[in-house]
């Protein structure tokens, strides 16, 4: 295992492309992301069009679905990436499962591709027939950062509940291990755990119904800050200010949370830097260095007010 230290698609689909003229001896990068209305993403598109500027030796081209649970637009751009004629893709898969087929299609097209962020389904990866290596934090570790912290607060016996991100997605499901192992170990009593996709609005409205269900509830585990966020929103419609929340990605809107004490924790993964260095070691290979194997980690880092 190695550890690295960090100081156009469907018609729904939102793409971002840079440098579209490019020279000829400048290898072309296509970067798959989710959601683009996730700010994490917004962030991690920021820091990709600062590393090509930084670099000035590749041609970027970057994609972003419309919502959390848009799939197709990434099947699309891979296939769109093939027909162009990129020289490395470097996808963040929004379903761990439905990716792996047209991903084989790229690289038997002769295409570098790096598998960042979200990590792809292992057994699908051997029904193709292909090895590839992954990108990306201990999603797993990080959430129990995040649920250690609450249980830490609430103590033995806390009512919790876990709002998930896609159920189709690798990080989703080792970010629920991983508030779940927080919950065994703090002994802790999980009320209910759904998934709300990803998405603000839609944890809103999960959190809602969990919390008339269960109005006893005094922490909430969610699986990114978009959803935390949307429990807060719905926390400050009931009036409530007496449930710890915790969330996963530290994007920018959920510092001043941190800081006023709506939410208790985030986790740090550091979207930018690892969509930068996810792409240089796609360029290394594409300049003749081995292919990427097993798990190149990436750091965490739990953020709290202090």
């Known amino acids: ?19 579209t003229a490019h020279a000829q001896d400048k290898p072309v990068v296509g970067l798959i992301m989710k959601s683009l209305a996730n700010e994490f993403f917004q962030n991690m598109l920021e820091g990709a069009e600062a590393h090509e500027q930084e670099r000035g030796d590749y041609v970027l081209k970057a994609v972003g679905m419309q919502n959390e649970t848009d799939f197709e637009s990434q ?7 093939i027909t162009q004629g990129v020289d490395a893709i470097v996808v963040a898969p929004a379903d761990s499962r439905a990716m792996v087929r047209p991903l084989k299609r790229a690289m038997e097209a002769g295409i570098v591709v790096v598998n ?46 876990i709002i998930e991100g896609n159920p189709g997605a690798d990080n989703a499901n080792e970010r629920r291990l991983g508030f779940e192992a927080s919950v065994a170990e703090y002994k802790l009593d999980l009320l209910d755990s759904r998934t709300a ?41 009931a009036g409530r200010d007496d449930i710890v929340v915790v969330g996963f990605d530290n994007i920018p809107a959920v510092g001043p949370m941190i800081t006023d004490g ?11 830097q690892m969509a930068a260095n996810s792409i240089d070691l796609a360029l290394e290979v594409v300049k003749g260095a081995p292919k990427l194997e097993g798990w190149v980690k990436t750091p965490i880092e739990l953020v709290t007010a202090e």
Request: glycine share 10%; net charge negative.
């Open 116 to 161: 960042f962020d979200v990590a792809l389904d292992s057994e699908a990866k051997k029904q193709q027939g292909i090895e590839l290596a992954f990108v990306g934090p201990d999603n797993r570790g990080g959430a129990k950062l995040a649920g250690d912290a609450l249980g830490k607060v609430l103590g033995e016996g806390g009512k919790v509940v």
């Open 197 to 237: 996709h990803w998405e603000t609005e839609e944890a809103n409205t999960v959190f809602s119904t969990m919390l008339t269900a269960n109005p006893d509830i005094q922490g909430v585990m969610a699986a990114n800050d978009s959803m935390a966020i949307g429990v807060v929103k719905a926390l400050e419609s």
């Open 75 to 81: 099947i699309n751009a891979v296939e769109n990436f």
């Open 1 to 19: 295992m190695k550890l690295l230290k960090f100081a156009a698609t469907a018609a729904t689909a939102i793409a971002l492309f840079a440098g």
């Open 262 to 272: 709506r939410m208790l924790a985030t986790v740090d993964q550091f979207g930018q």
